[in-house]
């Protein structure tokens, strides 16, 4: 059975830091790209950063390039997303995916609030 199951999350406070990490199991985590998203209220869901199977350059989307960095343990099947420099602007449910050619894999997204 594939699963994807995530933590950290909850709330932070503007400037400040979170982590979110997804730990996999039941499929090749190695060979599969792994991806955060999130979705906020009222938004359509974004891919926030992406690292590849085979590691390499990762993918961040320009609002988060310099705050956020993904990063991935094959020896552990993790993919964790650290957060810095927290914006109110990044309040939304952040959820785990794993793809490779025509298999995807979703965590169960967990909320992350940014608040004072």
């Known amino acids: 059975e594939v699963q994807l199951v995530e933590a950290g999350g909850g709330v932070g406070q503007p400037g400040g830091a979170r982590k979110r990490s997804c730990a996999a199991s039941g499929y090749a985590f190695s060979l599969y790209d792994m991806s955060w998203y999130r979705q906020a209220p009222g938004k359509e869901r974004e891919l926030v950063a992406r690292?590849?199977?085979?590691?390499?350059?990762?993918y961040y989307v320009d609002s988060v390039k310099g705050r956020f960095t993904i990063s991935r343990d094959n020896l552990k099947n993790t993919v964790n997303l650290q957060m810095n420099s927290l914006e109110p602007e990044d309040t939304a449910v952040y959820s785990c995916?794993?793809?490779?050619?025509?298999?995807?894999?979703w965590g169960q997204g967990t909320q992350v609030t940014v608040s004072s």
């Open positions: 995916y794993a793809r490779r050619k025509g298999d995807a894999y």
């Open positions: 690292i590849v199977s085979g590691g390499g350059s990762p």
